[in-house]
């Protein structure tokens, strides 16, 4: 007997009926009995799918909450980005508040000093340096090549004109302590007459520094120091030159740091006169086109930047009433006395000295930008007798040159040795530091440095590069590379050098690669060059040593030194 199914009057269905019945027919009035039984729908009928209000169907079509956090983290990666672009040395600086900030008010006062003293700034490490770290395995480090710039010193006697110029206005003054003016009452104290100022000479903190630069170097490349033949050691003729390489030496042979008479300190190898009869590529003033154009290159151009001191040049008049008043160049010497009294006292850093608070930051910076103006114009433009010595040292050669190369030197194996497992030291000035730099093309600027305003950001920055006892670290690395083969076309005999005038490669036939990697003050540098920039173990900071070679080939091939000595009738410098 079949099973009867359920009817109309069945309770469930009776009360499924009525709420069905409830929600497509609801009163108008907001109040209903709870009382009320629901009309029972058919069985096997349909059940009405349950409407959705209207704030639920919004919600139902947003997207997850979770695909918020992706699309904020891709725009806040293009924000940063984008950001990071600007504020580097070859963004646009489109958001210029934001540069001046990342630039200036995040840093200490400390800071803004040091980097506008230019190259009167203290030396201090801007990276991790050389040596052993950072080198793949495989590779060891069998040539350095040092430039270092003197260490501090007195003003030379042509700048310690326009200070004591600049002084003696401060001394005949008519306010001696200005009210409201904190940052001037050390005036009615200091010394204003630079007393007991060796003017050209090493201060003792210099003398110091030299020292520990040389005890430092020499623990770092003490394979190289200690095994034969060692160092070789060059210096300019200048006397602070000479006198820091002796106390680089000092430190170098683990000498405890003693001023001593200069008799009776170690002397580098060999001393090339500095003069204008005599070719040096560590003091060049053999090109007497240059030597002689007036207004000397750079003038005109800080020159044009002016203007902007002249709200700090009215401040100091009005607050001190100097008589004569200050002009613009008086601002910028006495800017000067910032650095040089701050390392004028005893044989350690022992803080900044009140000088330094005489301008704000904001002035502090245009100051700074001048000095940077003036050096770019003037020097910044390269030169070749120095990277043509290092060609020949990383190829284990004689140099080709025929620019400021002194020949009879340089021929001589006595005073230029031929390359070598070695480390090679040259004392140098900051002039030919900054031609060198810039012709090897490891700072780059990637637009002329504007004469109108101060930018908004500073691209080249003189501290950065040449500060007192600055070091330029040219590092030869040969690589054991596992299934790399020497060039079948490579040199193998002392007669047959290539075009660029690099003597035999009888290294490729040791089965290593060699490569180079160059550091200043100790921070990692990069040539701008596509060779390099293609060049294998690029990652490690390093360049093959024929793609080197590849970027300074110019040095022998595109230099017409002519034009330096063509008025005066030759082109021979000893």
């Known amino acids: 007997m079949p099973i009867p199914g359920p009817t109309a009057s069945t309770p469930l269905l009776q009360a499924h009926s009525a709420q069905s019945s409830y929600r497509t027919s609801r009163p108008t009035s907001p109040s209903h009995s709870p009382s009320a039984s629901p009309s029972p729908a058919p069985y ?13 169907r919004h919600r139902r079509r947003t997207p997850p909450i979770h695909a918020f956090p992706a699309v904020l983290a891709v725009l806040l990666f293009a924000a940063v980005a984008f950001v990071a672009w600007d504020v580097s040395s070859i963004g646009r600086c489109y958001f210029k508040p934001l540069c001046r900030i990342l630039g200036d008010s995040a840093v200490s006062a400390e800071e803004i000093w040091w980097r506008n003293a230019g190259a009167y700034a203290p030396w201090r490490s801007r990276g991790d340096g050389g040596g052993r770290k950072g080198l793949p395995r495989g590779c060891e480090i069998d040539q350095v090549n040092i430039l270092h710039r003197h260490t ?16 003696n206005k401060l001394i005949n003054r008519e306010i001696i302590t200005p009210r409201r003016h904190p940052e001037l009452a050390f005036l009615a104290r200091t010394d204003l007459t630079m007393s007991g100022w060796q003017f050209d000479q090493l201060m003792d903190q210099g003398r110091k520094a030299a020292w520990r630069s040389g005890r430092d170097f020499a623990a770092l490349y003490r394979k190289l120091v200690r095994s034969s033949p060692g160092l070789f050691s060059r210096s300019a003729g200048g006397g602070r030159v000479v006198e820091s390489a002796q106390y680089w030496l000092q430190g170098a042979m683990d000498d405890p ?6 008799a009776e300190l170690p002397s580098p190898n060999v001393t090339i006169p500095e003069s204008d009869t005599s070719n040096n590529t560590l003091s060049v003033h053999s090109c ?9 290159p750079g003038q005109l151009e800080r020159a044009a930047l002016f203007p902007l001191l002249y709200p700090t040049r009215d401040r100091l008049n009005a607050a001190l009433r100097p008589n004569p008043p200050l002009t613009v160049p008086d601002i910028i010497c006495l800017g000067d006395m910032c650095a040089y009294d701050s390392q004028a006292a005893g044989e350690n850093w022992q803080g900044w000295s009140r000088w330094c608070g005489v301008f704000s930051r904001a002035e502090w910076e245009i100051i700074g930008y001048l000095r940077d103006v003036q050096r770019y114009y003037e020097v910044g433009q390269g030169s070749a007798g120095w990277i043509n010595e290092l060609i020949a040292r990383l190829t284990d050669s004689a140099p080709k040159d025929n620019t400021t190369t002194n020949r009879t030197l340089d021929t001589d194996e006595s005073t230029f040795p031929r390359g070598g497992e070695r480390l090679f030291l040259d004392f140098s000035h900051d002039n030919e530091m900054i031609e060198i730099l810039s012709a090897m093309n490891v700072i780059t600027q990637h637009r002329p440095l504007d004469t109108e305003q101060l930018p908004p950001k500073r691209t080249y920055v003189l501290s950065n ?4 006892g600055a070091h330029l670290i040219v590092e030869r690395i040969g690589c054991d590379l596992g299934d790399w083969e020497p060039d079948p076309n490579a040199p193998t005999g002392p007669g047959d050098g290539d075009d660029n005038g690099n003597g035999a490669d009888d290294r490729q036939r040791d089965g290593k690669k060699d490569y180079v990697r160059i ?25 093959e040593l024929e793609l080197f070679l590849e970027t300074q080939s110019w040095a022998q091939n595109d230099v017409d030194w002519g034009v330096c000595t063509a008025s005066a009738g030759s082109d021979e410098a000893i």
């Open 44 to 56: 096997g009928s349909t059940r009405p799918r349950p409407s959705l209000s209207p704030f639920r």
């Open 465 to 468: 590069m040449i500060p007192f």
């Open 257 to 262: 740091f003693n001023i001593l008479p200069r």
């Open 152 to 167: 501090a010193r007195y003003p030379t006697s042509g700048a310690s004109k326009c200070m004591a110029e600049s002084l």
């Open 519 to 543: 550091y200043l003050n100790d921070k990692l540098l990069h040539v701008d060059h596509i060779s390099c920039k293609q060049s294998g173990l690029l990652e490690h900071g390093m360049c």
């Open 288 to 296: 007497p086109a240059y030597e002689t154009l007036d207004p000397a």
